[in-house]
């Protein structure tokens, strides 16, 4: 014997203490849901293990048969769970059962923390994997011998801030995991209760579930079975083990293509968001299996990148079985099943538009970000994807318009789809430009996705309806009629601003590119736009914020005539013009309204101290003089 051999003592991490000070203290009353963990842990082992068993047989040899076996022993008290699977070694035992890897769980804990509560849904709902032991054992001991090698490992503890790890037994691969039950858990050792809870949590679970010389499952895999045999239930247990999530899925699709090629496939949407549904690294999470059996956690080219939140199970009757990742890529078989695996997305997506639009604007609020990149991506169904889109609109409050909607809303005038973008959703809203559209009821699309600007400049029209921008080129607004005159509406009284014009061009010079009276504006006195053929201000501040661009263009200043400030300037310089005293306050004036339409895009400013002085200056000129 080594010393390797000897028993150590490490301490949990820190986030496993709590988590096991939760699990232990809940009072959550569907602890049965740790069979559901351990016996879905068992069954990755044993899919890791056919994995890597494709590239090197010895790693099954004749153990091939591949299974979970539930045993209780009454006088002990004990419920063993073991598996042939892949095994771990000591330094797995250490990383896997005393640490938390997942983002998710941990994320769970800070919840679990903050919500301050013993009797927490949170736990049942969530599930806490294997730690979720300690609900029904006061100590768990785990023994485990991994593929191709031939020492065991153990590893004890009784969940209350460390654990032990040392020489284990275990004839062959596998796990066995040994949970000494608590005074009031003994109704895990009822052979009954358990098949019961397998039957409820497990039965998708593709291989056989044993508890002597009983199968407790049906131990075939789920996707093989007819649509119409599986329960909701089973639905969601099978998307939970598969996805590792802790949600219902929202929708689910189960179809089997017959034809040239053949592949059975059941995708799950999410019902809610992950939090990395834009980390860089993210992948989607529909798994490869070849006639049963598993063969690639994700591969690539089998989804396309928009559709990356889709969960599930696509098994091929075509591929051979030892695919390696190399052959998947720019695989045929695989661009197929790509190509009928979005049509049928796509057109669950439209059904349940149609049906149920208040569910769908739910499923928009979470995925549509990520499908609006299909919009210039895809450019078989980029059309089919602009129809599923959906949109916050000037006139919509917080409810969503497809485009469809948009269109039949128009105006008979109206030829264009009209759309503002920002970052923020909140100033998009609230920007000046909006002001002329909304006093004409004219709807616009408000845009603050990042991928907005992409699709837009990518898209030349929807149902025949260009796009344009409102903060770009002219309004084009003296078509419409006004939605709503006032009764107290003034004579069009606008003034003659040339002379104004003139000097605010003298001032502000090369600033900018132009100063001219504006349709869009109703209550600002002025907003910046950008030239009928320069980029939109916010499409380049972003590809400035991205290094891509360096130079900024020069934008238009607009100024509404109708504005009281505008209309008190006009007359000063109409009587007062000549007065060079005065065309410099005027020219003041000039910079600090650039300024603030500088401000209100969200700009910085190029001398913020000079704007702060020539702001208090005109503020006091306000009153009188002490
Ligand atoms: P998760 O399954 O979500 O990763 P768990 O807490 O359920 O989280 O399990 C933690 C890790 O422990 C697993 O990812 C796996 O690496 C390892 N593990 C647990 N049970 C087994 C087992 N029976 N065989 C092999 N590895 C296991
Ligand atoms: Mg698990």
Redesign the pocket.
């Known amino acids: 014997m080594t010393d390797t051999k000897t028993q150590e003592t490490h301490a949990f991490q820190a986030e496993v203490s709590r988590l096991l000070e939760i699990v232990a203290h809940s009072l959550y009353s569907e602890r049965q849901v740790f069979l559901r963990?351990l016996v879905?842990?068992?069954s990755?082992?044993c899919d890791k293990l056919r994995f890597l068993g494709q590239q090197d047989a010895k790693l099954i040899g004749d153990d091939s048969e591949l299974r979970i076996e539930l045993a209780v022993d009454k006088a002990a008290r004990t419920l063993t769970v073991s598996?042939n699977?892949?095994?771990?070694d000591k330094d797995?035992l250490v990383a896997?059962?005393g640490t938390i890897?997942?983002s998710g769980t941990a994320a769970f804990v800070k919840a679990m923390e903050e919500s301050q509560r013993k009797d927490n849904p949170l736990i049942g709902q969530f599930g806490v994997?294997?730690?979720s032991a300690f609900m029904v054992a006061d100590r768990v001991t785990v023994d485990?011998r991994k593929a191709g090698t031939d020492a065991a490992w153990r590893w004890e503890s009784d969940g209350k801030g460390s654990y032990a790890v040392g020489a284990g037994e275990r004839a062959s691969r596998g796990?066995s995991?040994v949970l000494h039950l608590k005074d009031d858990a003994a109704e895990f050792l009822d052979e009954g209760r358990l098949g019961e809870i397998v039957r409820r949590y497990s039965d998708h679970i593709a291989i056989p579930i044993k508890l002597g010389e009983t199968t407790l499952n049906r131990a075939s895999a789920l996707w093989m079975r007819a649509k119409a045999d599986v329960t909701a239930e089973q639905h969601t247990e099978f998307y939970r083990h598969i996805a590792?999530a802790f949600d219902e899925p929202w929708a689910n699709l189960h179809w089997r293509a017959e034809g040239v090629i053949e592949y059975s496939a059941l995708l799950y949407v999410p019902g809610s968001r992950p939090f990395d549904l834009f980390a860089p690294e993210r992948r989607h999470g529909v798994k490869l299996y070849v006639r049963r059996v598993f063969v690639n956690e994700a591969p690539e080219g089998l989804v396309p990148r928009y559709l990356r939140f889709l969960r599930g199970v696509v098994d091929s009757e075509d591929l051979p079985l030892n695919v390696s990742r190399e052959m998947l890529q720019n695989n045929p078989v695989i661009a197929k099943i790509r190509q009928g695996l979005t049509g049928r997305v796509l057109g669950e997506l439209e059904k349940r538009a149609k049906d149920d639009a208040d569910g769908y604007a739910t499923f928009w609020g979470h995925f549509g970000e990520a499908m609006k990149e299909g919009i210039f991506e895809d450019a078989e169904h980029g059309k089919r994807v602009l129809g599923l889109a959906r949109f916050r609109t000037s006139t919509q409050g917080d409810g969503w318009a497809s485009l469809a909607d948009y269109v039949s809303r128009m105006k008979p005038e109206q030829d264009a789809i009209y759309y503002i973008a920002g970052d923020d959703p909140k100033a998009v809203a609230a920007s000046p430009h909006l002001e002329g559209f909304a006093k004409r009821g004219i709807e616009v699309l408000l845009l603050s996705d990042p991928v907005d600007e992409f699709w837009v400049a990518q898209t030349d029209a929807f149902d025949g309806k260009k796009f344009k921008s409102v903060t770009r080129g002219a309004a084009d607004l003296a078509k419409f009629a006004e939605a709503e005159k006032k009764d107290d509406a003034k004579p069009d009284d606008t003034p003659d601003v040339a002379p104004l014009l003139a000097l605010f061009r003298l001032t502000l010079g090369d600033t900018v590119k132009d100063v001219r009276a504006s349709e869009r504006l109703a209550e600002s006195a002025v907003c910046l736009v950008a030239d009928e053929n320069d980029m939109d201000i916010h499409l380049e501040r972003m590809l400035r914020q991205h290094k891509q661009l360096k130079a900024a263009s020069k934008r238009i200043l607009e100024i509404n005539p109708a504005h009281p400030l505008v209309r008190a300037l006009v007359a000063t310089v109409k009587t007062d013009g000549e007065n060079a005293a005065m065309q410099a306050r005027v020219g003041d004036v000039a910079k600090l309204l650039y300024d603030q339409a500088r401000l209100v895009e969200g700009d910085k400013l190029e001398d913020p101290a000079d704007f702060a002085r020539r702001m208090a200056a005109a503020l006091a000129a306000g009153f009188p003089a002490h």
Do not use: P
């Open positions: 963990e879905s842990n068992a990755d082992a598996d699977g892949i095994g771990m797995e896997n059962l890897a997942r994997g294997f730690y485990s796990t995991i590792h």
